[in-house]
């Protein structure tokens, strides 16, 4: 039977050097049962003071934890490390990257709840996690589900973020549902979560809210210093390449 493994890390920080300190998963299958991990894990990494800033994990919390690679969630996702199965998370090149960094290799199918949330939320001014958790009313339901599995919702705490992600989960399947409703929901949100977007306006920077193709025609400069100097996310590049008609 098909598992589904909705998953959320907190790390030391977000950079290059930096390793996972939490993991919280649910892995459900079509029967509706679920399995829950909630662990902390021990690093070589000192935690940034501003991750613990966010999370609220301090040294003294995880000083006899296990490493990430000897959890129980980490020996159960290899377990379930097949074709058959779908690994989702909300950003996941982000959670993903850091699994690498433990030596995982993925056969998964890949569902990013984000990229889903950003082809078919269009209206939603952010697809952050907590916003969407507030603006479609998924904490209405929240404290049911939590009463349920026995978890404590928190912003930014692993298993807290996977919970909501796991009614944002639902709500996006009933969207598919709607919209195509001759595709496998499940099918649907793996081809989205590969498909780029084309991004219409900035969201950052000193051209936040305007038009980047105007912007690449008024100010080449900085498109240029962009490409160069920026780590640029799937859908931005797909979008500077077509607008330069790479």
């Known amino acids: 039977m098909t598992k589904y493994i909705l998953f959320d890390t907190e790390t030391t920080g977000n950079s290059i050097e930096d390793r996972i300190i939490q993991v919280g998963a649910m892995i459900l299958d079509d029967n509706n049962n679920v399995e829950i991990y909630d662990e902390l894990c021990s690093t070589v990494v000192p935690i940034k003071i501003k991750a613990m800033s966010i999370h609220g994990i301090t040294p003294e919390l995880i000083e006899n934890k296990v490493p990430l690679v000897e959890t129980s969630f980490y020996e159960k996702l290899e377990a379930l490390n ?82 909501v992600m796991k009614l944002l989960f639902s709500y996006l399947k009933t969207v598919i549902v709607e919209k195509f409703p001759n595709d496998n929901p499940m099918i649907k949100m793996q081809e989205l979560t590969s498909t780029p977007i084309f991004i219409e306006t900035f969201t950052f920077g000193k051209h936040k809210g305007k ?35 790479v």
């Open 211 to 245: 038009r980047i193709e105007e912007i690449y025609h008024k100010d080449r400069g900085y498109i240029d210093w962009m490409i160069k100097n920026i780590n640029l996310d799937v859908d931005m590049q797909y979008t500077l390449d077509s607008i330069m008609g």
């Open 82 to 163: 097949n074709e058959e199965n779908f690994l989702v998370a909300h950003h996941m090149p982000f959670d993903m990257g850091m699994m690498k960094k433990e030596g995982f290799k993925s056969k998964f199918r890949i569902i990013d709840t984000l990229r889903v949330a950003r082809h078919l939320l269009t209206e939603e001014k952010s697809k952050g996690l907590q916003y969407l958790r507030y603006s479609l009313k998924l904490y209405k339901g929240e404290q049911a589900e939590a009463d349920k599995y026995n978890i404590t919702i928190k912003a930014h705490d692993a298993i807290g973020d996977v919970l």
